[in-house]
């Protein structure tokens, strides 16, 4: 299968993600180009976040020579908009499932099962950012990762 080919395979619910990602793009007056579109489908279809070198591993069944800058463009364009986040704890890339911005608060992840948890709190971001201005320093993400263990993990 080749990279056309992806897309015209996706379901109607990751054409309308697409659709709706390239609304996104438009507004803000970028492009939502076919390899990001694969990037985007790909990250979406791996409901519990995906790592980068399993989407260029998926990527090489399309390109079999895709060098790892194939893969990592189109993670910094999808994060530079809004698209996608990064669980940096577990070096996963997840989809917005708001599709319109990152939500602002927090995101708890458990270092044992790898549950995670997003929590959106506007008031607690403001808080963060005055600290951080306070402070001298410029926050650039809207999610405070949190690493602690879940209930389940933590009482076994």
Same mark, same amino acid.
């Given at each position: 299968?080749?990279? &056309?080919?992806?897309?015209?395979? @996706?379901?109607?619910?990751?054409?309308?993600?697409?659709?709706?990602?390239?609304?996104? *793009?438009? $507004?803000?007056? #970028?492009?939502?180009?076919? +390899?990001?579109? /694969?990037?985007?489908?790909?990250? %979406?279809?791996?409901?519990?976040?995906? $790592?980068? %070198?399993?989407?260029?591993?998926?990527?090489?069944?399309?390109?079999?020579?895709?060098?790892?800058?194939? /893969? %990592?463009?189109? =993670? !910094?364009? =999808? +994060? !530079?908009?809004?698209?996608?986040? $990064?669980?940096?704890? *577990?070096?996963?890339? $997840?989809?917005?499932?708001?599709?319109?911005?990152?939500?602002?608060?927090?995101?708890? #992840? @458990?270092? =044992? @099962?790898?549950?995670?948890?997003?929590? &959106?709190?506007?008031? =607690?971001?403001?808080?963060? %950012?005055?600290?951080?201005? +306070?402070? !001298?320093?410029?926050?650039?993400?809207?999610?405070?990762?949190? #690493?602690?263990? *879940?209930?389940? @993990?933590?009482?076994?």
């Amino acid at each position: 299968m080749n990279i &056309e080919e992806f897309i015209t395979s @996706c379901t109607r619910r990751e054409k309308q993600i697409l659709q709706q990602a390239t609304g996104i *793009c438009e $507004k803000k007056g #970028v492009r939502l180009t076919t +390899l990001r579109q /694969v990037v985007l489908i790909l990250i %979406y279809r791996a409901a519990d976040g995906v $790592k980068a %070198y399993d989407i260029l591993r998926e990527i090489r069944q399309m390109l079999p020579n895709a060098a790892p800058a194939i /893969v %990592y463009r189109p =993670l !910094h364009f =999808l +994060l !530079h908009t809004s698209l996608i986040y $990064k669980v940096n704890s *577990c070096q996963i890339f $997840k989809i917005n499932q708001l599709n319109t911005r990152i939500v602002p608060g927090a995101l708890f #992840v @458990c270092p =044992l @099962c790898n549950k995670q948890t997003l929590v &959106e709190d506007q008031g =607690l971001m403001q808080d963060l %950012y005055r600290l951080l201005k +306070l402070n !001298h320093y410029a926050g650039e993400e809207n999610i405070l990762e949190i #690493v602690a263990q *879940c209930e389940n @993990c933590a009482t076994s």
